[in-house]
Nanobody, 125 residues
Framework: QVQLQESGPGLGKPSQTLSRTCTVSGGSITTNYYYWNWIRQPPGKGLEWVGAIRYSGSISYSPSLKSRPSSSTDTPQNQFTLRLASVTPADTAVYYC?????????????????WGQGTQVTVSS
């Protein structure tokens, strides 16, 4: 079973760039049919798919985030990273990384095979 662990600062200020890293174990980020996803849950709201990256370079993001997100992979560390620019308090959420075997742009838990435990990110001045 693939295991995922999120990391990164838990607090940011408006206009800064938020960075989240997911470390993968029990599987390789270079497996071509794996998609590596970011999903978040704002306080009091449901899950929201943020984006996905595949090792081959295929990247997709939620249109609602416009041009703010960017992603990368680190093969030696078996990690993938999300960066979200120009954050606002509306980006405050629990951020999860998750694996899927196909591109999923949904927020349905059953569409993802493995999940990290989730980490809180708060954007506040």
């Amino acid at each position: 079973q693939v295991q995922l662990q999120e990391s990164g600062p838990g607090l940011g200020k408006p206009s800064q760039t938020l960075s989240r890293t997911c470390t993968v174990s029990g599987g390789s980020i270079t497996t071509n049919y794996y998609y590596w996803n970011w999903i978040r849950q704002p306080p009091g709201k449901g899950l929201e798919w943020v984006g996905a990256i595949r090792y081959s370079g295929s990247i997709s993001y939620s249109p609602s985030l416009k041009s703010r997100p960017s992603s990368s992979t680190d093969t030696p560390q078996n990690q993938f990273t999300l960066r979200l620019a120009s954050v606002t308090p509306a980006d405050t959420a629990v951020y999860y990384c998750a694996r899927s075997n196909a591109l999923k742009t949904t927020s349905s838990v059953r569409d993802y095979n493995d999940w990290g435990q989730g980490t809180q990110v708060t954007v506040s001045s």
